[in-house]
């Protein structure tokens, strides 16, 4: 069993930048790659950006690269996603997953574990 608790949401103006974190407790055996996606309302929920545990390696969707970077910290058991240059278009909620599988995954199928997620709203 994973818990995740993601924290970090708000309300930035266009251009700005946030930090969310996500708070990972439980088997590190269920939690290999870690991701994070994102719902805006009236659409489905997609990916974002993942992180391989075990060597740092991430994956971006296309969408974000070169303004979203995620990282992990092994410390403080965190998993961060640092959002610059923000759109209203980023406006979503956004929510951490675990996975089982070594294999960076955008699909939510292969997400085991969810958090309740953490509102970020972007105004124009």
């Known amino acids: 069993q994973v818990q995740l608790t993601e924290s970090g949401g708000g309300l930035v103006q266009a251009g700005g930048s946030l930090k969310l974190s996500c708070q990972v407790s439980g088997s590190s055996f269920s939690s290999v790659v870690m991701g994070w996606f994102r719902q805006a309302p009236g659409k489905e929920r997609v990916f974002v950006a993942g992180i391989r ?8 969707a296309d969408s974000v690269k070169g303004r979203f ?6 410390g403080a058991n965190t998993i961060d996603l640092m959002m610059n240059s923000l759109r209203p278009t980023d406006t979503a909620v956004y929510f951490c997953a675990a996975s089982v599988n070594r294999k960076i995954s955008p699909l939510r199928r292969d997400y085991s574990y969810w958090g309740q997620g953490t509102q970020v709203t972007v105004s124009s």
């Open 69 to 74: 970077t995620v990282s992990k910290d092994n």
């Open 53 to 60: 545990r075990i060597d740092g390696g991430t994956y971006y």
